[in-house]
């Protein structure tokens, strides 16, 4: 009598599938991985972390500058112009000119610049190149950026937008 069990082939063995799809599975989900990290880029990420820290201290005292002054801002939204009203502690402010920022909350390529030009006694008017929506971080600032108001704001706008020096950022 023949005592010999027949054997199956290794692609039928249990056993051989049982310890090899843990691997396989981490190889392909690694691979995976890898090519969405490739092909996706992080606009979120800064690639100068120490500049932005020793520019920390600027930021603080520009604020702080601009509470010293007693700057407020009164911005008007209409269509695609803005006009903007500027005014410190001794009276209007009288700048040749202001920048505004529009900070995109996530995606920088969509930040904006728009660049205000005096129309005399603290008045400013500027201009957007296209119309834009959603949620914004602005901040103002004059030719010498030695002062800023900043802030957030939802656009398009009804009514206007008044502007303060918030207090000194804790850090």
């Given amino acids: 009598m023949n005592n010999e069990v027949p054997v199956a082939p290794w692609y039928r063995q249990p056993w051989f599938w049982f310890l090899t799809i843990a691997p396989l599975s981490a190889i392909t989900f690694s691979m995976c991985m890898l090519v969405v990290a490739s092909n996706m880029k992080d606009t979120m990420v800064t690639d100068d972390y120490s500049k932005e820290g020793r520019g920390i201290n600027l930021e603080i005292a520009r604020d702080e500058a601009a509470k010293k002054m007693g700057l407020t801002a ?64 602005y901040e103002l600032r004059g030719p010498e950026n030695h002062w800023r108001l900043k802030g957030e704001v939802w656009l398009p706008l009804d009514g206007n937008l008044h502007m303060t020096p918030k207090g000194a950022a804790k850090g």
């Fill in 74 to 137: 009164d911005m008007v939204f209409e269509d695609r112009s803005i006009l903007l009203k500027v005014n410190a502690e001794q009276g209007p402010l009288d700048s040749p000119y202001l920048v505004l920022t529009l900070f995109h909350p996530t995606l920088a390529q969509n930040d904006r610049t728009i660049q205000f030009r005096s129309d005399g006694n603290g008045h400013y008017s500027g201009t957007m190149l296209q119309d834009i929506d959603g949620r914004w971080y």
